[in-house]
């Protein structure tokens, strides 16, 4: 099991930067970002595995948010270019193995404004 708590949410306008950070108590095999806005499902943002050689993104935010991972189990997400339609609250999400189950953050907020 392992624990996982993002921070760096918050307000800006559009345009603007954010960057989030998801801190894990251990090691992970994969992390990705989720978002949920309000009155829709959760969706997938970006992933990263564990050694950051291979990740993917939404269409939607390609060309605009950056997932990386450090040494001491933080992965980030750099949100750059950010539109009014990017609001929502984006969860972190990991995997200790390949196979194995989701372990989920409780969340940062993300509001841009227009």
């Known amino acids: 099991q392992v624990q996982l708590v993002e921070s760096g949410g918050g307000l800006v306008q559009a345009g603007g930067s954010l960057r989030l950070s998801c801190a894990a108590s251990?090691?992970?095999?994969?992390t990705r970002w989720f978002r949920q806005a309000p009155g829709k499902e959760r969706e997938f943002v970006a992933g990263?595995?564990?050694?950051?050689?291979?990740t993917s993104y939404a269409d939607s935010v390609k060309g605009r948010f950056t997932i990386s991972r450090d040494n001491a189990n933080k992965v980030y997400l750099q949100m750059n270019s950010l539109k009014p339609e990017d609001t929502a609250v984006y969860y972190c999400?990991?995997?200790?193995?390949?196979?194995?189950?989701?372990?989920w953050g409780q969340g940062t907020q993300v509001t841009v404004s227009t």
């Open positions: 999400a990991a995997r200790t193995s390949a196979n194995g189950p989701n372990y």
């Open positions: 251990g090691r992970t095999f994969s």
């Open positions: 990263i595995i564990w050694s950051g050689s291979y």
